[in-house]
């Protein structure tokens, strides 16, 4: 029977995972987590739980969000889902009458940075993985070390479309707590990784 318990995984295995997600490469993606899911006797959700860069605090859901692949998004924001509702949607449940389905644990994991994959997808102006994450539950008003939130990141990068569309949709949600993408006194810039140009910057 698969442990739910997340299995020590190697360093070269976990960057192979995270590289995987950053350059979008779905299918060998998902079929590399099946042969290590029956390997380990695990689950793909166990195991992208444990695929988290040891330094950086990066997840591949950060890598796929930070260049912006909504076909890789959405496969680990579905396997990474808790085992009883990945067989459904991730988004957000809108009947009244139906549980909620719980987030990606994913979905809010902040690196060492505390930047989180929305931060990420909002830096790099993909409206598309911003709207894909935020339906499936991720905060736009967490801020990281350098005091912004998503909406803040998009507009450190100029990325004014991601901006207009977040301000609509947190709208009423608490802008005033963290939604003025204000820079913190001796906040910086994150100093990027190497990605696919302009699309794939990440910070820190």
Do not use: Y
Request: net charge negative; aromatic share 2%.
């Amino acid at each position: 029977m698969p442990t739910a318990t997340p299995p020590p995984l190697d360093p070269d295995t976990i960057s192979e995972l995270l590289f995987l997600a950053r350059v979008g490469e779905t299918l060998e993606l998902k079929s590399t987590l099946s042969h290590l899911s029956k390997s380990l006797s695990t689950t793909p959700s166990t195991l992208l739980l444990s695929s988290i860069d040891p330094d950086t605090g990066n997840s591949t859901l950060h890598m796929a969000s930070a260049n912006g692949h909504t076909e890789t998004i959405h496969t680990l924001l579905t396997l990474s889902t808790p085992p009883a509702h990945n067989s459904t949607t991730t988004h957000p449940n809108p009947s009244s009458t139906s549980p909620p389905i719980p987030p990606s644990p994913l979905i809010n994991l902040s690196n060492s940075s505390l930047n989180t994959p929305l931060h990420w997808a909002a830096l790099n102006g993909h409206l598309d993985a911003v709207k894909m994450l935020s339906d499936a539950g991720a905060d736009a008003q967490l801020v990281n070390r350098a005091g912004r939130d998503a909406r803040g990141e998009a507009e450190m990068g100029g990325k004014m479309e991601v901006v207009e569309w977040l301000g609509v949709r947190c709208e009423g949600q608490g802008e005033e707590e963290g939604l003025d993408g204000g820079l913190e006194e001796g906040g910086e810039v994150g100093k990027g990784m190497e990605g696919e140009g302009e699309e794939g910057r990440e910070g820190d």
